[in-house]
């Protein structure tokens, strides 16, 4: 159980983080928008911790996790590169 919380905390981190920026960068930015916006990590962050629980293996957790860090953080980059980013 330790191994699954120390995972679930070093990799929903990353998690959280790449999809609130995806979803920062595909719509338009608004200045009245963006602190509630940033404020959003911390629900998100224990909505992607908690939903992890549910799965039983820890490398399908790790999996899960790291590919969704490294399909948001894509996203993010493909976007900013070729100028469709609302940021």
Avoid: D
Wanted: charged residues 5%; hydrophobic residues 60%; glycine residues 8%.
């Amino acid at each position: 159980m330790l191994a699954k919380s120390l995972l679930i905390l070093f990799l929903s981190v990353p998690a959280s983080v790449a999809i609130l920026g995806t979803l920062l960068v595909l719509t338009p930015a608004e200045p009245a928008k963006t602190l509630p916006s940033l404020l959003m990590f911390f629900p998100l962050w224990i909505g992607v911790a908690s939903s992890c629980y549910l799965l039983r293996r820890n490398g399908v957790i790790a999996a899960l996790l790291v590919s969704i860090t490294l399909v948001g953080f894509g996203v993010i980059q493909v976007t900013k590169h070729f100028g469709v980013a609302g940021v």
